[in-house]
């Protein structure tokens, strides 16, 4: 984890916590290191921001890995529908992608 960029990263959250990619730039940054951080940050999205769809993949991803699979199975279905509603055809076929990699990892 690069500690300078955290600091960039942190101050402009604190100058402006209600836009998403701030706290979308922590999460990403925090899951290399501390993934109860990261985790923190991709709830708040999910909280606070649900229709900010670059969450989607990374978030069920993390959740994959802390083994919370019934939450990961959920963010990737709801960022498929979000996909679709936002009409992004690229994203859509990502989640879809991962989505079926997960099911066929973890829920054959």
């Not at 769809?53 to 959740?63: D, G, I, M, R």
């Amino acid at each position: 984890m690069n500690n300078t960029r955290l600091a960039f990263l942190l101050q402009f959250f604190e100058e402006d916590s209600h836009d998403p990619f701030n706290a979308y730039a922590l999460a990403m940054e925090y899951q290399q290191s501390d993934v109860t951080k990261a985790t923190e940050y991709f709830q708040l999205l999910l909280e606070k921001h649900p229709d900010y769809l670059p969450t989607y993949y990374h978030a069920a991803a993390l959740f994959t890995e802390l083994e919370q699979l019934d939450l990961a199975e959920q963010l990737y279905q709801k960022g498929m529908q979000l996909a679709l509603s936002q009409q992004n055809t690229k994203t859509y076929q990502e989640l879809q992608r991962a989505y079926r990699g997960f099911q066929d990892e973890y829920l054959s």
